[in-house]
């Protein structure tokens, strides 16, 4: 077995207990127990809890997510990728839950802090510039509340409106006239 196929397992268990339990819920010895490993090689990949948890936290987090979609699209084939591919991520249950715990873990963590930080700054100022032709406040403004209508989808999953059904009325308010 290789190196990266036993820490790959180890973060595929690790997002399972955390999204179950929660990251200050969950335990080193769970997740070595769900990937079938020792709880010695878990440390031996991450060092510390606190470091498994900010991997899994900082991959949860959509900036990537948004930089891709901006590196291939501008204008509204940007807003369909961003709204299609946040949808789909948070569509499974295990990635909603650690969204949440992550963001309420971020003033735990330093790093998780300056991720959403430039997740809400520099970020949003590159959607904006590729979306309306340029990052004014209106246009930063325009793309915060665009993501705010997502993460409010991913909040109230209860509300039984399809992702598509949700994500055509979000496109059809933010595209660019």
């Not at 959509?62 to 291939?72: I, K, M, Q, S, W």
């Not at 084939?77 to 948070?90: G, H």
């Not at 430039?118 to 246009?139: P, V």
Request: glycine share 6%; aromatic share 10%; hydrophobic share 40%.
């Amino acid at each position: 077995m290789s190196s990266s196929n036993t820490r790959d397992r180890i973060i595929e268990a690790a997002i399972r207990v955390f999204a179950e339990k929660g990251y200050s819920g969950a335990s080193i010895d769970e997740v070595a127990e769900r990937a079938g490993v020792s709880k010695g090689l878990v440390f031996w990949y991450f060092k510390s809890k606190k470091n498994l948890v900010r991997e899994i936290a900082l991959s949860v987090l959509p900036r990537t997510l948004f930089e891709r979609c901006a590196e291939e699209y501008s204008g509204r084939m940007l807003i369909d990728c961003v709204v299609n591919k946040f949808l789909e991520k948070y569509s499974d249950p295990n990635m909603r839950r650690l969204l949440l715990f992550t963001f309420s873990y971020q003033a735990l963590d330093e790093e998780i802090d300056k991720e959403i930080s430039r997740l809400c700054s520099s970020t949003i100022s590159l959607l904006a510039k590729k979306i309306y032709g340029n990052n004014s406040l209106e246009n930063r403004v325009k793309v915060r509340s665009l993501i705010g209508s997502l993460i409010c989808y991913v909040l109230t999953p209860h509300e039984c409106i399809p992702p598509s059904q949700y994500g055509g009325v979000v496109k059809k308010i933010f595209y660019p006239s």
